[in-house]
Structure formats: C-alpha cells, structure tokens
C-alpha cells in the first residue's frame, strides 16, 4: 500500500520488460486514487515502454491537469487525440476528458 513500495514494483516490473503487468497494476491505482501525480507520471512512462503514443500522452495530461498546468494537460490529450492508435474505448476516453479539461481550464480564466 505504501507509495515508494508501489513505485519501486512498477519500476522493477518496467526494468524486467513487464510492461503489461505494470500498466494493469497503475490502471487500478489510478482509478482508486486518480488524484496522486506519482501513479499518472508512473503510468506514462509504463505507456511510454508499450509503445502506446495515444494513452502514453492521455496519462502525461492527467499529470500536467493535477499539478494544475491546464495549456500542458489539454495540450497533452490533443496530441493524444490526433496520433492514431487508439482503440474505440480510449479514443472516446480521450475526447470526454479534453471536453472536461478545456471546461475546466475556462472555469477557471
């Protein structure tokens, strides 16, 4: 449960080539705590080791949204919108979360 212990398995698992298991083990952790930076940077560079372009930038966007750089975060998911690759379920995902940063981000101007 702690947060070093997390980061280090995620690291081990990433230095061992188990991308796949790291990505699944930080698509639930940031589900259960979608508000700790350390998960999203963690799970960019998981997505980042897969090859995954689209879902690498989505991950780098939520960070840059929670650290509150709205420009970098809606930035980082037009990217991720517009490099091709992602399936159905992510691309829907992308757009609804642009969609809500952007409304965020004009709340906030």
Not at 29 to 36: A, D, F, G, H, L
Not at 44 to 49: E, I, T
Request: aromatic residues 10%; proline residues 3%; neutral net charge.
């Amino acid at each position: 449960q702690s947060y070093a212990a997390g980061a280090a398995m995620i690291n081990a698992d990433l230095k061992l080539g188990r991308t796949n298991d790291a990505i699944n083990w930080l698509k639930s952790r940031t589900k259960s705590q979608p508000n700790e930076i350390v998960w999203w940077s963690l799970l960019s560079k998981a997505y980042d080791q897969a090859n995954n372009v689209p879902m690498r930038h989505f991950a780098l966007g939520e960070k840059y949204a929670l650290e509150g750089a709205w420009p970098s975060a809606i930035e980082q998911l037009k990217i991720a919108r517009s490099t091709g690759g992602a399936d159905f379920y992510q691309s829907s995902s992308i757009d609804a979360r642009l969609r809500e940063m952007q409304r965020q981000y004009n709340e906030e101007l």
